[in-house]
Each structure stands twice: as structure tokens, then as C-alpha cells.
């Protein structure tokens, strides 16, 4: 009675501001339950596609090609929408992209921010990429740091290609089998972190972990969360598995680089500040230069969140690449010498050069033909910042997310045998006059999506190049490839998004033959 009496004298001498928390905590729900219930509904006078008598989310969340499909059959050009776990989006044919790449007003970043969860704890390396003030920060740095300089870092890619694979697939000359993605990520994760963290992190355990997984949690936590009833979703955010997990290692990550920060300040001293004008050959890390960038004052937090952003960029695109290229050499394995016999002969003959790698061709068709099987009918998605009206009259609305279909299935652009792997079919576009250029592995261009269109293609496509290129070589020179006996697994795929099941497992074993290939560094 003692305690209910002083729980009921308490209420009585605070009841205003338990009405006044009442009335805002009400006002707050009801204002998200309206822009939940706005975004979430179907946009007017555009047709909803579904299939297999599933609802139009469930539709998108399991059989997210198999919607795209149908809508492109069904409608002929003309426009449809799919409902996403965030929201609808309307979708156009391939016809659209060269416009919607010019349109400033199309935004990349705002499109991403809703299916990325920006907002939430633990996203804190995706956001950063998104915020407007950093918008351009990483591209430029990509592009006047690391791009301009590849040449010069192709050395420790192999140094460090050698040391990882060596550790992730062993020496072993019998068949063996293993979850192949995990090495494949392993391997990825150690080459991008010599030249984007330095050798003080690129062989830390911890920092490893990191790199590895932080990409790859978060894009487990976003799937999470976009199966969640939208109005519950930040509180139960909180309680989910994927999410803490997430947490966990953003907090991880700062102390790791909380400490690395601390000892390069210890031993050189804050760098000086950054010129106008970088060096073709400018070397260092990712570290040292947002350290140049701000005279040394950048902030422990902002330092991660960049750190986990390059990574998210770095790693777990280019690894899942790798992965699906492995499971297609397995999958054609008639491929296997001719990628051999071109990495023996031009390394035989440039060394591990830039050049080598360039005039790898096969290998780059072979990536390039990988690739396109794996990015489904989806091309680029953006969100319109204002109403806007495309050359044909279509007029989009401003707030509509919309979705550009890839030609990555056209008869035309490809021809008859559009849905065989064919390895050499961007060799022989190669060879087409006036087409060396457009039709490399890194190229991009309204029929080849794969690293995005215009401004906010990826502007780590040609490092994500080299270290796929120079890993894959050497794995395909110094080891035999082939699926489990009587297996031969599909990748997943969640929202039209197709990837390997870290689970997977291909066998493995090590050749003796090109055991001299390593040491052809020029």
C-alpha cells in the first residue's frame, strides 16, 4: 500500500508532465504512423506488378527478378512499380538511363538512405557516405589518391594476394573442400587493406574482422529491417540480433583505429597539411589522408565512420565478385586454361605490372560476363528532389523512388546467345571497331550497368579491377577449382540482390605447376 500510495502522490504532483510526455509520445506516433502510411502506399494510376498470388512486398522480397520480369513482359516500356519493405518505387525500362544519369535532381544518395537505414545506430560507415556534407569526400579522395596512383600500388597487391591466399587456402595438393566466400573474403579484405590502411592493419586479426564483416552484417541488418512492420521498426531495432551485432563492431572499430590514430600521431607527429595539388604518385593510406585533409584535427568518430565507409565500398562488393567468379569457373570449367594460359603469357612477359593487367582480356571479359550474370534486371535507382519530366512528357513526382532496368538481357546489345556465359562475348566486343574501351570489365555505359551510370559510378571500379584481376590469377594459376562432388549450388537471392551464401562450398587444391608466378613482380 506504501508503495502505491507514493506511486499515486507522485503521479499527482508531476501529472503535467506525464500529460505533457503522453501528448508528445502520442503526437510522435501519430505523425510516424501517417508518413509510414504515406510512404508506403502504392503510388496512383501506375500498375503494381506480383507474381505467384503473393502480396506486392512479399512478391519483391522473394522473387525480386522474377517481378522485374514480368513487368518488363507485361508492360513493354512502359512503367510499372514494385512495393518494397520501405516503400514503392516505379520502375522504367533500360530506355531512361542516359537521362536519369544527367538529371542532377535524380539523387543517388537520398534514394539509398531509406533502404540503408542511415539513421539507425551501428549504420554509422554507411552514413557517412550519404550525409550531403561528405558527398564528395571519398570520391575525390578515391580519384586523386588511389586511382591516379594504381601503378604504383601493384606491388604490395600481390605481396599481400600471395600471403592471403596462402593463409586462406593452404598448400594442400589433395582436394579439400571449404566455405570458399569466407577465404574469398579474407583474401579481398587483406588486399585492400594493405593500400587502403597500411601494413599495421592489414594483418591485424581485429581490424580484419572488421573489414570483413561490417559490410557484410549490414547488409544482413537493413534486409532485417526492411522485413520489420515499419512503425515498430526503430524500437525493435534495437532488440535485433543483426543490428547489435552491427553495434558491436562499430564500437569495435573505433577503438581500433581510436589506437592507430594515436600511435601515428605519436610517432610522426601531425601531417602537414594537404596542397592543392596530389602527386600522380601519391602514396600513403586512407588514414594518413583524411589526416592530410584536416591538418591532422579530424575526430575519432569521423574517422571511423570514413574508415567502415571505405570499407563497405572496398570489401564487400569486390569480394562478392570474387566469390561469383569462382562459382562460374566451377560452374565452365572449359574456361579454366584459357585464363591460365593468358595469365602465364603475359605475366611471362610484363611481370606484375599494370600493363599485365590490362592486357589480361580474357580475364577481364570473363569478370565482365560474371558479373552480368549476377546483377539481375535491375540497372540504377535514384529519387526524384523535385517534379520532373522526362524528354517523352513522363512526368515523375518529387519523393518518388524510381528503378532504371539494365540491358544485361538484351538480345540486341548481346545477341542470340544472350543467356549462355560466354567468356570470350566482351573479347570479341573488344574487337569491334571503336569499342576497346567502352567494353572493358570497368567500363560503364547505359548497356552495362554493373558499376553504376554517370556521376555516382563507382569511383572505385578500377582499384575493385586490379585486386579481382591480380587474386584471381593467381588462384586460378596455383590452384585446381571444381564443386562439391554432385553439387552445384545457385546464388541467393533477396530483392532482385544475387549473392553467395557464405555457407557454400566448392573444393580445392594446390597446383605445383605455377608455383614460380609469384615472384613476377616488375
Known amino acids: 500500500m506504501d508503495l502505491a500510495n507514493g506511486l499515486a502522490e507522485w503521479a ?15 503526437t510522435y506516433l501519430l505523425h510516424h504512423l501517417y508518413v509510414t502510411l504515406r510512404h508506403h502506399r ?74 540503408l537505414f542511415t539513421d539507425y545506430a551501428g549504420f554509422e560507415g ?41 593463409d586462406a587456402f593452404g598448400e594442400n595438393p589433395e582436394w579439400q573442400s571449404s566455405e570458399f566466400k569466407r577465404g574469398a573474403v579474407r583474401v579481398i579484405a587483406q588486399m585492400a587493406s594493405r593500400v587502403l590502411w597500411g601494413k599495421s592493419l592489414c594483418r591485424n586479426e581485429d581490424w580484419l574482422s572488421i573489414a570483413e564483416n561490417y559490410a557484410i552484417d549490414a547488409f544482413y541488418a537493413s534486409q532485417d529491417l526492411r522485413a520489420m512492420d515499419s512503425i515498430t521498426r526503430p524500437l525493435r531495432s534495437w532488440f535485433s540480433k543483426s543490428c547489435r551485432r552491427l553495434r558491436r563492431e562499430y564500437k569495435e572499430a573505433k577503438g581500433i583505429l581510436a589506437r592507430e590514430l594515436t600511435r601515428r600521431q605519436a610517432v610522426s607527429g601531425l601531417p602537414k597539411p594537404s596542397t592543392d595539388v596530389v602527386p600522380q604518385n601519391a602514396r600513403g593510406d586512407s588514414i594518413s589522408w583524411l589526416l592530410e585533409a584536416s591538418n591532422g584535427t579530424i575526430g575519432t568518430n569521423m574517422l571511423v565512420d570514413a574508415q567502415l565507409a571505405m570499407a563497405v565500398s572496398a ?36 611481370g606484375w605490372t599494370r600493363v599485365a593487367l590490362y592486357k589480361m582480356k580474357l580475364m577481364d571479359s570473363f569478370l565482365k560476363e560474371s558479373m552480368r550474370f549476377c546483377r539481375g534486371r535491375q540497372g540504377i535507382g535514384r529519387i526524384a528532389m523535385d517534379d520532373l519530366m522526362f524528354a517523352d512528357g513522363t512526368l515523375v513526382r518529387k519523393g518518388t523512388r524510381i528503378i532504371v532496368g539494365g540491358k544485361f538481357w538484351d538480345v ?9 556465359f560466354d567468356a570470350y562475348r566482351f573479347v570479341n566486343k573488344r574487337n569491334e571497331p571503336g569499342q576497346a574501351d567502352v567494353w572493358q570489365f570497368a567500363a560503364v555505359s547505359p548497356e552495362f550497368m554493373g558499376f553504376g551510370l554517370g556521376e555516382h ?9 586490379n585486386v579481382i584481376k591480380i587474386a584471381l590469377a593467381l588462384m586460378v594459376l596455383n590452384y585446381d577449382w571444381d564443386f562439391e562432388q554432385g553439387t552445384d549450388f545457385q546464388p541467393s537471392e533477396a530483392e532482385n540482390i544475387k549473392f553467395i551464401d557464405v555457407k557454400s562450398r566448392l573444393r580445392h587444391r594446390r597446383r605445383k605447376e605455377e608455383a614460380c608466378v609469384g615472384s613476377m613482380v616488375a
Not at 507474381?51 to 517481378?67: A, Q
Not at 552514413?127 to 571519398?138: A, D, G, H, V
Not at 540486341?412 to 549462355?420: H, I, S
Open 315 to 350: 570489401v564487400a562488393p569486390t569480394s562478392e565478385t570474387m566469390s561469383q567468379a569462382l562459382r562460374h569457373l566451377c560452374e565452365h570449367p572449359q574456361y579454366i586454361e584459357p585464363l591460365r594460359k593468358e595469365a602465364r603469357e603475359i605475366l611471362g612477359r610484363f
Open 12 to 26: 499527482q504532483k508531476h501529472s503535467l508532465t506525464l500529460l505533457l510526455t503522453a501528448a508528445a509520445l502520442t
Open 126 to 166: 554507411i552514413r557517412f557516405s550519404f550525409q550531403s556534407k561528405n558527398e564528395r569526400k571519398l570520391p575525390d579522395m578515391i580519384r586523386l589518391r588511389l586511382t591516379s596512383a594504381l601503378a604504383s600500388f601493384t606491388h604490395d597487391l600481390v605481396e599481400e594476394a600471395q600471403v592471403a591466399i596462402h
Open 42 to 115: 502504392p503510388i496512383p494510376s501506375v500498375p503494381m506488378v506480383t507474381v505467384r498470388d503473393l502480396s506486392p512486398l512479399d512478391s519483391w522480397s522473394r522473387f525480386g527478378e522474377e517481378v522485374l520480369a514480368k513487368g518488363f513482359e507485361d508492360y513493354r516500356g512502359s512503367p510499372f512499380q514494385i512495393m518494397t519493405g520501405t516503400g514503392p518505387k516505379i520502375v522504367f525500362s533500360s530506355a531512361y538511363a542516359s537521362e536519369v544519369a544527367k538529371i542532377p535532381e535524380f539523387s543517388l544518395l537520398s534514394y539509398v538512405k531509406p533502404d
Open 412 to 420: 540486341d546489345t548481346y545477341g542470340a546467345n544472350v543467356l549462355d
Open 457 to 465: 559510378a563507382c569511383p572505385g571500379r578500377f582499384f575493385a579491377s
